[in-house]
């Protein structure tokens, strides 16, 4: 048993984090991109791979720089790499800067309901985690965060947008709102901001003359690179100096590095799929409010959908058609991922 052994007293009791990876026709419990990559992208990584395959008695380059500038040239704004930090996940992201700016003796706050590994990865680096609220519609309003962060004064604040498991984006007058009143590290998580609607703006606007503000992005959704694990961040150049000071000694290999640029490279094929997701999720969206369900507004490539009683029993009466979705833990919810149309039609049918 893991309690007979000497781990951390605040780790006992504890259970991974993980959704359940079932064998189902329809799986639709993790966000993942539905539509395998396009033959052309599998080719182009696969030569770039192979280009490595001789060097691999070598360390690649600790600093992914190759990498690190292709990403920039995706997302604009003026970033060059000197801008851009990239990791396996922004998971790995994220705790690489709760190692850098938060740790023992340091706090951090979110707004919840929202993505349940930021307080894991909290505990994991010894930061105490301060759990604030969302609006009672998922939302988020500048005084109420403001409010919060004046009361626990914490020293890295997240917020979501879009958020997770909800699919609300933020409106800007937020972020600016908590740049405001935070006097530690801001970290925006844009995990899906390629499935926002248009118009729905992002944070990267804000990095000029914001150096504590930190954007965090993943390839794992709308690149439907999730099992290449590749998750990278925006900031100030200071930052990317800083987090360099607790990553691990050539912690992304050479194959994923090559993998991942060709990736970027080939954006436009890999993305080419984000407007069909778009119209399922919509899809979504419309159909149960067109049945009288509950549904919250979604910026993201999944729907939370209220299911009337007790999600444990929905998600298990879904899960026996055939439907694997996520029971976040949030008492008479559930959360879908709009994958293909035909999932979509199966996800439809079962929960009629």
Known sequence: MIDDLPIRDDLRGKSPYGAPQLDVPVRLNTNENSYPVPDDVVEAIGKAVQAELRDLNRYPDRDAVALRTELAGYLGHGLTAANVWAANGSNEVQQQLLQTFAGPGRTALGFGPSYSMHPLLAQGTGTRWIGALRDPDFGLRPEAAVAEIERHDPDVVFVCSPNNPTGTALDPAVIDAVLGAARGMV????????????????????????????????????????GGRLGYLAADPAVVDAVQLVRLPYHLS???????????????????????????????????????????????????????????????????????????????????????????????????
């Open 254 to 352: 050479s194959i994923t590095q090559a993998a991942a640029r060709a990736a970027v490279v080939h954006r436009d094929s890999l993305l080419a799929t984000v407007e069909a997701i778009k119209e399922q999720r919509d899809r979504i969206v419309t159909t149960l409010r067109g049945r009288g369900v509950k549904v919250a507004d979604s910026d993201a490539n999944f729907v939370l959908f209220e299911v009337g009683g007790d999600q444990k029993v929905a998600w298990q009466r879904l899960l026996d058609r055939g439907v694997l979705v996520r029971d976040v833990g949030l008492a008479g919810w559930l959360r879908v991922t709009a994958g293909t149309e035909a999932e979509t039609t199966a996800f439809l049918e079962a929960l009629q």
């Open 187 to 226: 970290i925006v998580d844009e995990a899906y901001t390629e499935f926002a609607r248009p118009g729905t703006p992002s944070a990267l606007t804000l990095l000029p003359g914001h150096p504590r503000l930190v954007v965090s992005r993943t390839m794992s959704k709308a690149f439907g690179f999730a």
